[in-house]
T-cell receptor, first 114, second 110 residues
Framework: KAGVTQTPRYLIKTRGQQVTLSCSPI?????VSWYQQTPGQGLQFLFE???????NKGNFPGRFSGRQFSNSRSEMNVSTLELGDSALYLC?????????????FGSGTRLTVV | SQQGEEDPQALSIQEGENATMNCSYK?????LQWYRQNSGRGLVHLIL?????REKHSGRLRVTLDTSKKSSSLLITASRAADTASYFC??????????FGTGTRLTVIP
């Protein structure tokens, strides 16, 4: 079956702009989590959605937001981009979000803010 | 701050040798997972060990967990050049999110 699909793969934006990233989970998976990966901070949890509801949120400013649609696809939005937002953004899907069987990650969206 | 620390940060071995990576974490966990990442791409789930388990095997992988020391180790036996990647441990505490370690960069020399 198809894996986790993230679009776009690469993105270049200017400081102050906003950006929307998309994640389509594995069919049947209802939980989608988002992570930010940077060389300095490593992999950090942004938020998790389950059945269109945000269940958990990491320690990121309000400029980072997300949502999940009824088909479990999720979007992540970053407003007023800063240079420090340059990172690889990964989404992960799981059946229930408990991670009992591990999470399946997408290939990521590499965002560069200039 | 990140939940876990991994040791060593980088490891270089010859093909056929074994590779051992260690992970330490700070709080009680539900499970600990290991992931592999090739060249800044997505993470691939390798193995999950629950807090009530002490050892688990999957192919050439062996994971141990010592909850009293809050540590885990990943052993890759008979390494191959294709095992070259970064390896991360990640802990789950029950809140449906993972806390990742800092990662070990493994290079297997053919």
């Amino acid at each position: 079956k198809a894996g986790v699909t993230q679009t776009p793969r690469y993105l270049i934006k200017t400081r102050g702009q906003q950006v929307t990233l998309s994640c389509s989970p594995i069919s049947g998976h209802r939980s989608v989590s988002w992570y930010q990966q940077t060389p300095g901070q490593g992999l950090q949890f942004l938020f998790e959605y389950f059945s269109e509801t945000q269940r958990n949120k990491g320690n990121f400013p309000g400029r980072f937001s997300g949502r999940q649609f009824s088909n479990s696809r999720s979007e992540m939005n970053v407003s007023t981009l800063e240079l420090g937002d340059s990172a690889l953004y990964l989404c992960a899907s799981s059946l229930e979000g408990t991670g009992r069987y591990g999470y399946t990650f997408g290939s990521g969206t590499r965002l560069t803010v200039v | 701050s990140q939940q876990g620390e991994e040791d060593p940060q980088a490891l270089s071995i010859q093909e056929g040798e074994n590779a051992t990576m260690n992970c330490s974490y700070k709080t009680s966990i539900n499970n600990l997972q290991w992931y592999r990442q090739n060249s800044g791409r997505g993470l691939v789930h390798l193995i999950l060990i629950r807090s009530n388990e002490r050892e688990k095997h999957s192919g050439r992988l062996r994971v141990t967990l010592d909850t009293s020391k809050k540590s885990s180790s990943l052993l890759i036996t008979a390494s191959r050049a294709a095992d070259t990647a970064s390896y991360f441990c990640a802990t789950e505490t029950g809140a449906n999110n993972l806390f990742f370690g800092t990662g070990t960069r493994l290079t297997v020399i053919p």
